[in-house]
């Protein structure tokens, strides 16, 4: 038995493509000059690598922290920093009104 002609409705559509996908696809590109300047300098590659990995550590603490302290200071309009031991200094918003 034969089949009819394809009508334009049974024609399959692209998927729009997502931003991740997008993105993906902007990272794969970027990725090949960088592999083969890593390969030519892997000294230098390494050292980049190293500092790279110790800024995506220092973020990954340090912004939990920073997010932290704002959510405080939001909530009580004061942020109080610990300074040694014993020494413990406290920053305030004064209200327009003066309450």
Same mark, same amino acid.
Do not use: H
């Given at each position: 038995?034969? +089949? &009819?002609? %394809? =009508?334009?409705? /049974?024609?399959? $559509?692209? /998927? %729009? &493509?997502?931003?991740?996908?997008?993105?993906?696809?902007?990272?794969? $590109?970027?990725?090949?000059?960088?592999?083969?300047?890593? @390969? *030519?300098?892997?000294?230098? *590659?390494?050292?980049?690598?190293?500092?790279?990995? =110790?800024? @995506?550590? =220092?973020? +990954?603490? *340090?912004?939990?922290?920073?997010?932290?302290?704002?959510?405080?200071? +939001?909530? !009580?309009? !004061?942020? =109080?920093?610990?300074?040694?031991?014993?020494?413990?200094?406290?920053?305030?918003?004064?209200? &327009?009104?003066? *309450?």
């Amino acid at each position: 038995m034969r +089949r &009819p002609p %394809r =009508t334009p409705d /049974d024609r399959l $559509v692209p /998927d %729009r &493509p997502s931003l991740r996908s997008v993105a993906v696809s902007y990272v794969a $590109v970027a990725a090949v000059p960088i592999l083969l300047w890593a @390969v *030519a300098n892997p000294q230098t *590659a390494l050292f980049v690598a190293a500092a790279l990995a =110790t800024a @995506v550590g =220092t973020l +990954r603490v *340090a912004l939990p922290r920073v997010r932290r302290l704002a959510d405080c200071a +939001r909530e !009580c309009c !004061c942020a =109080t920093v610990g300074v040694g031991e014993r020494v413990r200094v406290t920053v305030s918003l004064t209200r &327009p009104d003066g *309450a």
